[in-house]
């Protein structure tokens, strides 16, 4: 979708494209008509950046693809769909109000964009998160903008009126090589004139007292003099106003209540007053498949965290309850989850295995969770999470927690983390009897 609509722009402008893509599709013979050269190829030739100004990827490109490295050694400008929208920004455009970290970028501008719409202003929560930006009208008053690692590697200007780094934990280590790299390309949403960090994560502390402009943190520390925080179990700026109880935030939990200090500072650093941040946030309608309850089934719950796509996320909705048969598996994306078992061996009341990674999660649970009962689903049809789900019953006890918080992708099952947490939904339906809830 960012890849076309960032065709049809540079159309639109008088610009001469060339689209690559894998598959003919719709929306490629729609460019063809508009006046794009499309070229269907699974392995791009060198040729075809003769004569390019520019190679602008799909975010989800590598920088070790074969034509980036050709166009970087032509000198040749390489940047994704978020780079062009701000490159294309006119005079009157709307400022962006920015998010990004390896967990809680959606919960936290779509706490904003309820917050900011309850200050009266026009806005929409984009970027990773929803339509290309590159489209949109000029009408908005502000942005909040969801933006990924891989979106920020691939950004040279673009500088948000005001940019959250939520955390830093070890993911997608496949496309960017190794920690630092990734750390370096979440850094770039601190381009502007306000740097928002999480004081409680060490590496993000120590990254923001680099960065330019005008710093500003947030923190669930006991100590919170200075910065966006919380006192006596309420939400408070820095300089101890009161913004809303910590018990009114949903999702429920201590990260979430951190997302939301994170987006109070982005508020407030575009003037928003106090009263529309509380108003948003008591508003505010958590995104599905985040920690959310599905059912309870005989006296045991069943939790959707399917969006938990990495040991880091995970941990948050784990330590969430206190006795949990821990749903787990799928795409690692090179991470090592051994610390998360670690971390939370003594809650486990069992695992149930899916996905490709599985064995890996197996020898983690092997030896830091030995007394752990284990029972690993090898099938990868649509009963799959049908027969996760009745495992995971009979290992779970009155006033226990069937958790999905995966720790990993689910593109080798699923088409997103959506589809497989609509399955799990659908499957603890089947088990009660009950119509599924959450989502159509």
Same mark, same amino acid.
């Given at each position: 979708?960012?890849?076309?609509?960032?065709?049809s &722009?540079?159309l639109?402008?008088?610009?001469?494209?060339?689209?690559?893509?894998?598959?003919?599709?719709?929306?490629?013979?729609? /460019?063809?008509?508009?006046?794009?050269?499309?070229?269907?190829t699974?392995?791009?030739?060198?040729?075809?950046?003769?004569?390019?100004?520019?190679?602008?990827v799909?975010?989800g490109?590598?920088?070790?693809?074969?034509l980036?490295?050709? &166009?970087?050694?032509?000198?040749?400008?390489?940047?994704?769909?978020?780079e /062009? !929208?701000?490159?294309?920004?006119?005079?009157?455009s709307?400022?962006?109000?920015?998010?990004?970290?390896?967990?809680?970028?959606?919960?936290t501008?779509?706490?904003?964009?309820?917050?900011?719409r309850?200050?009266?202003?026009?806005?929409?929560?984009?970027?990773?998160?929803?339509e290309?930006?590159?489209?949109?009208?000029?009408?908005?008053?502000?942005?909040?903008?969801?933006l990924?690692?891989?979106? /920020?590697?691939?950004?040279?200007?673009?500088?948000?009126?005001?940019?959250?780094l939520?955390?830093?934990?070890?993911?997608?280590?496949?496309?960017?090589?190794?920690?630092? *790299?990734?750390?370096g390309?979440?850094?770039?949403?601190?381009?502007?004139?306000?740097?928002?960090g999480?004081?409680?994560?060490?590496?993000?502390?120590?990254?923001?007292?680099?960065?330019p402009?005008r710093?500003?943190?947030?923190?669930?520390?006991?100590d919170?003099?200075?910065?966006?925080?919380?006192?006596?179990?309420?939400?408070?700026?820095?300089?101890?106003?009161?913004?809303?109880e910590?018990?009114?935030?949903?999702?429920?939990?201590?990260?979430?209540?951190?997302?939301? /200090? !994170?987006?109070?500072?982005?508020?407030?650093?575009?003037?928003?007053?106090?009263?529309?941040?509380?108003?948003?946030?008591?508003?505010?309608?958590p995104?599905?498949?985040?920690?959310?309850?599905?059912a309870?089934?005989?006296?045991?719950?069943?939790v959707?965290?399917?969006?938990?796509?990495n040991?880091? *996320?995970?941990?948050?909705?784990l330590?969430a309850y206190?006795?949990?048969?821990?749903?787990?598996?799928g795409q690692?994306?090179?991470?090592?989850?051994?610390?998360?078992?670690?971390?939370?061996?003594?809650?486990?009341?069992?695992a149930?295995?899916?996905?490709v990674?599985?064995?890996?999660?197996?020898?983690?649970?092997?030896?830091h969770?030995?007394?752990?009962?284990?029972?690993?689903?090898?099938?990868?049809?649509?009963?799959?999470?049908?027969?996760?789900?009745?495992?995971?019953?009979?290992?779970?006890?009155?006033?226990?927690t069937?958790l999905?918080?995966?720790?990993?992708?689910?593109?080798?099952?699923?088409?997103?983390?959506?589809?497989r947490?609509?399955?799990?939904?659908a499957?603890?339906?089947?088990?009660?009897? !009950?119509a599924?809830?959450?989502?159509?």
């Open positions: 979708m960012a890849g076309g609509a960032c065709a &722009a540079v639109r402008r008088g610009g001469i494209v060339t689209v690559v893509d894998r598959t003919d599709t719709a929306q490629t013979a729609e /460019l063809a008509a508009a006046g794009a050269t499309v070229v269907i699974e392995e791009p030739r060198a040729d075809l950046l003769d004569g390019a100004d520019d190679l602008i799909s975010p490109i590598p920088p070790h693809h074969p980036v490295v050709e &166009a970087i050694a032509r000198g040749i400008d390489v940047y994704s769909e978020p /062009l !929208a701000w490159r294309l920004r006119g005079p009157d709307p400022p962006w109000l920015a998010v990004t970290g390896t967990n809680g970028k959606t919960t501008v779509t706490m904003l964009a309820s917050i900011l309850a200050a009266g202003l026009r806005t929409a929560a984009l970027g990773n998160i929803g290309p930006l590159v489209d949109l009208p000029d009408d908005y008053a502000v942005l909040a903008v969801e990924s690692s891989f979106q /920020l590697h691939w950004s040279s200007t673009l500088a948000p009126q005001a940019g959250a939520l955390n830093l934990a070890p993911d997608h280590l496949e496309w960017h090589g190794d920690i630092d *790299a990734y750390g390309a979440k850094t770039a949403v601190w381009r502007g004139p306000v740097a928002v999480n004081l409680d994560d060490p590496w993000v502390r120590a990254q923001l007292a680099q960065a402009g710093h500003v943190g947030f923190t669930l520390g006991a919170a003099s200075g910065s966006f925080g919380v006192v006596d179990g309420w939400l408070v700026t820095p300089d101890g106003t009161r913004i809303v910590a018990a009114v935030i949903r999702p429920a939990g201590a990260h979430n209540v951190a997302n939301a /200090l !994170a987006a109070a500072a982005l508020a407030v650093a575009h003037g928003v007053p106090v009263e529309a941040i509380r108003a948003g946030l008591e508003a505010y309608l995104e599905h498949h985040r920690n959310e309850f599905v309870t089934v005989d006296e045991v719950s069943y959707d965290d399917s969006k938990a796509t040991p880091h *996320a995970a941990l948050a909705s330590t206190p006795r949990v048969v821990w749903v787990v598996g690692l994306k090179g991470v090592d989850i051994s610390e998360l078992v670690i971390s939370i061996a003594d809650r486990l009341a069992g149930v295995l899916l996905g990674d599985r064995a890996q999660v197996a020898a983690a649970l092997a030896r969770a030995p007394g752990v009962p284990v029972v690993d689903v090898a099938r990868t049809d649509d009963g799959a999470m049908g027969e996760v789900v009745k495992a995971a019953s009979a290992l779970a006890g009155p006033g226990d069937v999905l918080a995966p720790a990993a992708a689910s593109l080798d099952m699923y088409q997103s983390y959506a589809h947490g609509k399955a799990f939904a499957a603890v339906a089947a088990l009660s009897g !009950a599924p809830t959450g989502e159509a």
